[in-house]
């Protein structure tokens, strides 16, 4: 017995059970990939999610130290080609497997260190943000899916960026009360949550809607392995960000806005005939 091969199989294990622990909309999309990809996409998603907890739920633990630890393991286990953090261990084989640059991770792991401190964001911090939080996250997925071929990589490059970036707006927009009333951010530049009125939620909405329709023509550029299962969560994401404009202010600012398992059971449906008939 490979005893190697099974100690990477447990950590991949530990990566698709975070996945589906935390997200069953990403889970979902995921599962919709080929079969290749999803383990290499569970590894990121462990990655990204765990660094994440450390700011977002470590309350009451030198977080500081813990990210920075993180930081130091994770250039390690890249280094070393192995790790005993299961995360870790997967997500190294991904990044040593497709080439994905250190910048890529070090810039997502600096925004996680701005979320550190309780803030309200100017533009420039915002648009740093978005890029380390959400669109070099969009980047090292696009390394998965493009398999080593850099040319396709780099022409699919600003719709993936695009996308991330959208999907991470959404969530701000969706997670406005926790991230203002719990963790003391707001992220939106130049937003006063309390006095948040229709006029500035269009103008969020728009730039929101901006990337999104800029992403869904690299999502159809997409190798057709990858192509449904992103193309899924764009239509979650669109779902979702669809409801929250539905809404007045006053809801999105006391609750988190959901789309039901049953509403993502029929998204998936009409996807899944879109993508079969080659409607995309």
Known sequence: MNTLSLYNDVCLKASSTTTRSYSTSFSLGIRSLDKDLRGPINAIYGFVRFADEIVDTFHGYDKPTLLKRFREDTH????????????????????????????????????MAMDLQGRTYDQQAYETYILGSA?????????????????????????????????????????????????????????????????????????????????????????????????MAYVYYLALFKKIQALPCDRILKERIRVRNRSKLALFTTSYVKHSLGLL
């Open 76 to 111: 390690q286990a890249i280094e070393e080609g192995i790790s005993l953090n299961p995360i870790l261990h997967s997500f190294q084989r991904v990044v040593n497997s497709y080439g994905i640059e250190a910048e890529l991770y070090d810039t997502f792991l600096d925004s």
């Open 135 to 231: 669109e070099v996250v969009g980047l090292m997925c696009l390394r998965v899916f493009c398999k080593n071929d850099d040319a396709l990589y780099q022409r699919l490059k600003p719709s993936a960026m695009k996308l991330g970036a959208a999907f991470q707006k959404v969530n701000f927009l969706r997670d406005l009360k926790d991230d203002h009333v719990n963790l003391g951010r707001t992220y939106f530049p130049g937003v006063d949550v309390s006095r948040m009125d229709g006029t500035t939620k269009h103008r969020i909405e728009s730039d929101i809607k901006a990337d999104m329709d800029a992403a869904l023509s690299g999502i159809k550029q997409l190798p057709r392995g990858s192509r449904f299962g992103v193309y």
